[in-house]
């Protein structure tokens, strides 16, 4: 096994080093007033052990990664029929774009672009009477950390600027494929973007996708398939228009997040978060890609 600890301290000393670009989100005020320069990278192994530098313990707004936990949710009880509503193509497009939504009649280039988060929320709504808190369940399960919560100021303050997703939403419904009340959804798609979750509790809750849809205990919650295809998409979708270069640098099926977070794994191996407040120009943490391209390189191993 490599040397985890000092791989991660040495990423740390590099990113300290480094002049720190970026902009943290503030089209959610919630999130504007976050302390830009912080930076935490923890690393959990198919076999449980645990590696941490820098702010690792400390919680942040999880945001998109939360559209990966979201599509595990329906995929661990539905069957194909979900990607007659959602793509599983990559957009090439910035996460909020609805230009693609209108010729391809409401239907959603894949689930981890906004429009397609939203098809997803709109499902959990049709197969559970109270979505928020099950949601809420699922993620202490899959993570084990019983006292996960949303954060319920971010949520808020999100709904109030959410123009864009309320204009993919009416489309979509236009479409006919929204098929509960409009503030229904982003009442819920707002809450679960507001999950407040540490790199330490995230790489917990990916190692889902890390063991092949399993849990530490040995518990099936996705079958190998279904695992194999979440891990597909963030591979090909986990960072929209900017998916091949984390391909290319990293060479693992990440998310990421505009909290700053990114969650990647490399399957039977480790689970990884990574998060810096600072995004770049696609909306992913400058310093975070930055951490997982050393993570990949100083130890000689990717899915490739
Ligand atoms: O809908 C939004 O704009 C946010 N709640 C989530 C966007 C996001 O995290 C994009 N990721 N890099």
């Given amino acids: 096994m490599p040397d985890y600890q000092a791989i991660l301290q040495d990423i740390h000393s590099r990113n300290l080093a480094e002049k720190s670009d970026g902009q943290v989100a503030s089209y959610i005020p919630g999130l504007a007033q976050v302390s830009p320069d912080q930076f935490g990278i923890h690393l959990r192994t198919a076999s449980g052990e645990d590696f941490s530098m820098g702010d690792s313990e400390t919680q942040f707004s999880i945001q ?37 939504l209108e ?13 397609g988060a939203l098809v ?9 009477d109270d979505p928020e808190s099950d949601f809420l369940n699922f993620v202490r399960q899959i993570s084990g950390i019983p006292d996960v919560r949303y954060d319920q ?4 303050s999100e709904r109030e600027v959410a123009f864009q997703n309320l204009a993919m939403l009416n ?30 509790g995230l790489t917990h809750a990916f190692a889902l996708f890390m063991n092949h849809g399993k849990l530490d205990s040995g518990e099936e919650i996705l079958t190998i398939n279904k695992a194999k295809r979440i891990n597909a998409l963030m591979q090909t ?10 391909s290319f640098c990293v060479g693992l099926p990440g998310k990421s ?17 990574a998060w810096s407040p600072r995004l770049n120009a696609k909306g992913n943490s400058a310093a975070g890609l930055r951490a997982l391209r050393r993570l990949t390189d100083l130890t000689g191993n990717s899915i490739f």
């Fill in 237 to 246: 979708c986990g960072f929209y228009d900017e998916s091949g270069e984390f």
């Fill in 103 to 115: 010729y391809e009649k409401g239907i959603p280039r894949n689930p981890f672009i906004n429009a």
């Fill in 171 to 200: 489309l979509m419904k236009g479409f006919g494929n929204i098929h509960h009340e409009v503030d229904a959804v982003i009442r819920f798609y707002c809450a679960a973007c507001s999950i407040s979750m540490s790199c330490h």
């Fill in 153 to 156: 100021s971010v949520a808020e």
């Fill in 120 to 128: 997803i929320c709109d499902i959990l709504l049709g197969l559970y």
């Fill in 64 to 100: 998109s990664i939360s559209k990966v936990l979201l599509l595990a949710m329906v995929a661990s009880t539905e069957g194909d029929e979900i990607w007659e509503r959602v793509g599983v193509e990559a957009s090439g497009d910035p996460f909020n774009s609805l230009v693609q």
């Fill in 257 to 273: 997040g505009v909290g700053g977070g990114i969650a990647a794994v490399n399957p039977g191996r480790y689970s990884v978060v």
